[in-house]
Every structure is written in C-alpha cells, then in structure tokens.
C-alpha cells in the first residue's frame, strides 16, 4: 500500500474561477509519493473532468456555495443541503480511507467542518477570500487543524475575525510557470539567455508585426500566439495592447478599465485594450450589461474586445504589452502573477493584496485606486518606454519564478499536512 496520505479536496463548484485553477494546479503539484489527492466537487463545470484527466480520483458530490442569509426558506434549504453533502462525503472519507479534508474555499468549509466536527478527521480551511463571516468565521477557525491564508491581507482578516493565530498559515498562491513560457532551468532558478526581448531586442524585433511592447518569452508558440490571438479579434498587429483579466463582479471595477482607455485614446488613438472573462456564477447580469453600454457610451466600438471565458489566458497575455488590473480589495489577485510570469509590466491600483505582488517602479506600478487618470499616466510611461517595458517585464518573470511557483506551495502545504498528522494519535501511515 502506498505511504501517500489521502487528502480530500473539496470545492464547492466544478467551475473555473481563480480558486478553482489554482486548486488545479495545486493538485497537479503535491508530491505523489507523500500525498494521494482526491477531489469531491458538483459536475456543474470543467474541474472534475481536468482533475480526472490529471490523474486525480474525482467524485462528483453535489454542493453549493452558500450565502449569509436571514431568510427563513433560504437558511433552511442550505442547512438541508449542507446536511446532504455532508453525509455524502462524510462516506467516501469512510470508504477512501482519507486522513485529511482540503476545503478549498468558505463555503467548503462549512461542509468540511460538518464532515470533521466529531473530531474523527482534521480539516484544512483554505481561504481566498475577505469576506465578513462573524460567527461562522470563528467557529471555522476553532474548528479547523489549519487555517491556510493566500496573502497577507487575508492572513490580517482571519486574525481580525478572531482565528487563533497559532492555526493561521500563510502560503501564497503559486500557479504552473511552464505554461507563460518559463523553461525548466529558469523555473530551477537558473539563468536563461535572452529569455525577453522588448522592441529592441534581437529576437523579437525579427519577428513581423510585433509592436509596441513586445515580450520573448522564450517560447517560439507565445511568439506566434501574439499574431495569431490579435489575428483572431482583429487587433492591429502594431496596435498598444493594454489587458486586462478578471471574473465580471462589481468589485473588479472593469469600468475604470474601459474609462482608462477612453482617457488614452484622446491621446494615442491607435491603444486598443482587452478585457477576458464574464459572469462566471451568473450573478452580476447587470454589471455584465453595465459594462457593455459603458463601453458604447465611451464610443470605444472595436477599440475593446470583450473575449468572454478563455482557458488560454497565456496566449491573450502572449499578445499583449501591458497588463492593468483596476479591482478593488483583491484578496490576491491571481491575474497580476500570470501576467508578470508571462514577462507584462503591471498597472495596478493599490487596493488589496496587489501591494504585496507589484513591486512599484520596478515590476509595474501602483496607482490610487479609482484614480483613471493616474492608472492612463502610468500605462502611457510605459507605452512611451520600450526599455522600461522590456525591464520591468523581466523583473516580473524572475519575481514569478522567485515566490510564485505552484511547487513551492504545493510543498509549504504537504508540510502543513505533515505538521497536522504529526500531532494525532496513530500517526502512522494507514
């Protein structure tokens, strides 16, 4: 039998937002031979059938995500409904043989807290969020062996919310650097030669129709995904590229994106932007129609392109020559790393988690949230400096291999379990 410990993961969606691909890529990480994943999640989306796909026993629970409520008829039906899958996956931790539940969200952890509360098996609440939870806060952080924070900013609001420090463990995101072109000596740490090329670069500047702020990734298919994606949405192939990535939720503050555009045209009327994603959970169709009459109220026309869902987030940064992100209160901010990885200088407001990510003036620049003027100024400086782009790209990517690998989380977590099991009774191996 193998000396894996079996965790079981539990996610209470099957679709993919950032939580849900950085559990993805966190499963596709753990060490094999120390730790035997297993997934519990609905089949409302892609995740159970990736996870099978990358080899991880997957088991298709229904679950929900559940919501603050005082209404009566709504409390009840998800009382009813934590009480269901939580029967369910209370069986296969009996049947699987599981030594540890990964709740990888809030609403995971109500049910992983129902699944452990008899004391059998420890629990893991890995948050990702800032939310206001009160009560339940507390009673998931007394409750839980661990409580894992992505960010600083969430640490501090856990330990605001009155989660025992000594269980709190800061472990930041990590996401899978090969797919932004990273080789696997840079990912190692090591030197890679003319791994970025700005509009001056050798490399770059021989391949046509690059322009302004084109980054080498070292990967000649990023290199052909940039024409080919502009290709696609008929975006110039000379045309300034801002970008930005995000679920269409009112705290993402899109809108600030497509006034900074707006504001940049009036001077460099050829800057065309991009903003990927939507209405992940179908709550926000408002915010969704909101942002389509802003965009016509601006008269930006084709000077946007609203993408929709991408699954290839690396080929629209592969097109692109600065990378925004306007959101407010970011927990994390998940996009900003993908783009530094994939060698982007980064404009970002100071609100949330950023400031732990962006370092100022030299992997981006921070700005004033909500401020458009201040977040146009910044993209113009870096649209008017080939070099400073070319520079700050390359301080990005070495930031991502230096603190944001999936290894390195995958192994500060497995360090974790080893920590939890450790001080049970019968620690040994099943």
Known sequence: MSDASRVLFVSATGRLGGAERSLLELLKALPADRVEPHLACPSDGPLPDLA????VKTHEVGLRRYRRTLHPFLLAGQVKALFLSSSRIAGLCESEGIRIVHANTDSAALVAWDVCRTGRLPFVWHCRDTRPLGRVGRLLGTRAARVIAISRMVFDHLSAQQVPREKLRLVLNGIDLSRFGLSAAEQAGAAAPGEVCGAGGTKAAAVAGKGAGAVETGSDDMIRARAEVRAELGIPQDAALLTSVGMFVPWKRHEDFLAMIHVLRKRRCGVRGLLAGDDLFEENEEYFAMLRKTAAGLDLGEAVAFTGYRDDIPRLLAAS?????????????????????????????????KSELVEDGATGFLVPRGSIGAMASACERLLDDAGLRRRMGERGRERARESFDIRRTAGEIEAIYREILSARPGAAHP
């Not at 020559?321 to 100071?350: H, K, Q, W």
């Open 52 to 55: 099978r796909g990358a080899g």
């Open 321 to 353: 020559d600065v990378f925004v992100s306007a959101s407010d209160g970011e927990p994390f901010g998940r996009a900003v790393v993908e783009a530094m990885a994939a060698g982007l200088p980064v404009v970002a407001t100071a609100s949330g988690a």
